[in-house]
């Protein structure tokens, strides 16, 4: 998902992000006040998203501090179910004042009950000022600007213990032929998996396996054909697709690669996507494929010496990009959110204002876990050497970037039957009938 989160995301990110906490639950912040947006500057702007656990209470801090001098309180309410709930929760009168949608095909749908405002002046210079096109493509509908990005992961990391890749004397690897060798290599010394891998995410699961395909459809095939598979030219039953999925399944449905610290393939589906980050810090997991926004989930856990993981070449934990077929520039997916407001308060104009402008995503960045694809935010305001290197990549002309697929694809199937179908892939069903099954989803 593009934190997404994920999704995280949101997620994830992690598109996108950290644990998730029960669906409809306020996170963090102590604001009070009225349960809508009061029509003035001053008044109290409901924010609804994804973002739950220790992202949301980050992101109300942020807020918390901006109402200290614009007058603005913000309730922001973090839900486990947010991509299920949010359009009943539209169509049947119960709109927020501001949505932070992490997909843009669910933004197309939230767009399409007509309920969803333009943007206003303030956030679109915004947006033309400190954004590449390509971000504010991604708000767009129809030739209509609706949403602002607000921040950013990269999807295709793979973190691993470098005192560990040390002791095994094993390196970073450069292509995907040199990651199945590490892969063999690591299994062989340890006598164990190598890697471990997390599905869960109550009524988003799946979404990380999705993750894993888009990045194998990129290096494999190619940019100009991952953009057809997103505009549908190229369907799931097609050959790209399946090698994409032929690939993953090399390393998820082979019972001596997976799952490390949990169990059998199959524990995959049960295991929460952001718990993996402690295995990965006590040495249990050698590996494992997640976005940028993992950061955040190594901030909540501890090593066997009772310590915060340290982020870094030479610490606990790093990461390095998912290789591709050929060495070579670097190509990555990427995955954020998007800021919609169903409200033409005063009030909520000024927080959307707020939210894409270079103050915001220096003051998030800033709390940690964080990145921003805002061309005027400081990468070295980030809370890692990561996360630095993580936002000047992503903020890099020369980097090969496109954006989550199953986001960009309706969300029948980006966020419905692709999500399903990765599930039960994991679960054992046959790849063919998967992959008919996910292409069904633009039917429904």
């Known amino acids: 998902m593009g934190m997404s989160r994920r999704r995280w995301i ?9 644990a998730f906490a029960l669906a409809g639950c306020a996170e963090g912040g102590s604001s009070g006040g009225s349960a809508s947006g009061t029509g003035a500057a001053g008044g109290t702007v409901r924010i609804s998203g994804g973002i739950t656990g220790s992202e949301a209470d980050a992101l109300q801090k942020v807020f918390d501090d901006w109402s200290k001098t614009s007058g603005i309180t913000v309730q922001y309410t973090g839900d486990k179910s947010f991509e299920a709930n949010i359009v009943t929760k539209v169509t049947g009168g119960d709109a927020p004042d501001i949505a932070i949608v992490p997909q843009p095909g669910l933004l197309k749908t939230l767009v399409g009950t007509g309920d969803v405002k333009a943007a206003p002046k303030g956030v679109e210079d915004n947006v033309d000022a400190n954004w590449s096109p390509d971000w504010k493509k991604y708000g767009t509908i129809d030739g209509t600007f609706y949403a602002a990005p607000m921040l950013a992961n990269i999807k295709g990391y793979v973190w691993y213990s470098p005192a560990k890749f040390k002791e095994w004397g094993v390196e970073i690897p450069k292509t995907w032929d040199e990651l199945l060798t590490l892969t063999k290599t690591i299994q062989e010394k340890t006598g164990a998996a190598p890697w471990c891998a997390g599905f869960e995410s109550g009524g988003a699961s799946g979404w990380p396996g999705t993750d894993w395909i888009e990045d194998l459809v990129l290096r494999q095939s190619g940019p100009d054909v991952y953009d057809q598979w997103v505009d549908g030219t190229v369907k799931f039953t097609d050959k790209p697709i399946s090698d994409a999925f032929t690939a993953v399944g090399d390393i998820l449905l082979n019972p001596a690669y997976v799952n490390a610290g949990y169990g059998d393939v199959k524990s995959i589906n049960s295991t929460a996507f952001g718990d993996v980050a402690a295995k990965v810090a006590d040495g249990s997991c050698p590996m494992t494929h997640q976005a940028s926004f993992l950061t955040a989930n190594f901030l909540t856990v501890k090593t066997a010496s009772g310590q915060t993981p340290k ?9 390095f990009v998912l290789p591709g077929y050929k060495e070579g520039a670097a190509t990555i997916e990427v995955g954020g959110e998007f800021v919609a407001g169903f409200s033409d308060s005063e009030a909520t104009q000024k927080v959307l204002e707020f939210m894409s402008s270079a103050d915001f995503a220096n003051a998030r960045v800033s709390e940690g876990g964080a990145i921003s694809a805002n061309l005027k935010a400081d990468p070295s305001k980030a809370s890692s050497e990561f996360l630095t290197e993580a936002m000047k990549l992503l903020q890099d002309p020369n980097t090969t970037v ?7 694809m309706p969300a029948t199937v980006g966020s419905g039957s692709f999500w399903k179908g990765m599930v039960d892939w994991i679960d054992g069903k046959d790849q063919a009938t998967v992959l008919s099954d996910i ?3 633009y039917n429904n």
């Open 439 to 441: 292409q069904a989803g």
């Open 10 to 18: 949101a997620p994830l990110a992690v598109m996108g992000v950290a």
């Open 402 to 408: 496109r954006f989550d697929a199953s986001d960009l």
């Open 311 to 319: 982020v870094a070449p030479d610490g606990d934990v790093y990461a």
